[in-house]
C-alpha cells in the first residue's frame, strides 16, 4: 500500500497469551524503507505499540507460522 509515497505492508496476526490462555488479535504495519512498526489491538482497538524503528527486521520475516 502506498499513500504519498510512503509504503507500508498490514498483517493481521494471532498471538497466544500463554499467561491468560487467549488468543489476542493484533494490527502489524511494517515500513520497510524505515525498517519500523507499530501494532494495534483490534479487540481493544487501540495502539498497542506505538511505531518504533527495528533494524533487524525485514520483510521475509513476516511469514504464516513466524
Known amino acids: 500500500m502506498t499513500t504519498l509515497g510512503i509504503e507500508k505492508f ?9 499467561q491468560a490462555d487467549i488468543i489476542r488479535k493484533y494490527r502489524v504495519l511494517y515500513y520497510p524503507v524505515t525498517s519500523e512498526i507499530e501494532m494495534f489491538d483490534v479487540k481493544l482497538n487501540r495502539i498497542f505499540l506505538k511505531k518504533v524503528e527495528i533494524p533487524t527486521i ?3 520475516d513476516f511469514y504464516i507460522g513466524a
Request: overall charge negative.
Open 10 to 18: 498490514t498483517f493481521e496476526v494471532d498471538w497466544h497469551d500463554t
Open 58 to 60: 525485514a520483510l521475509e
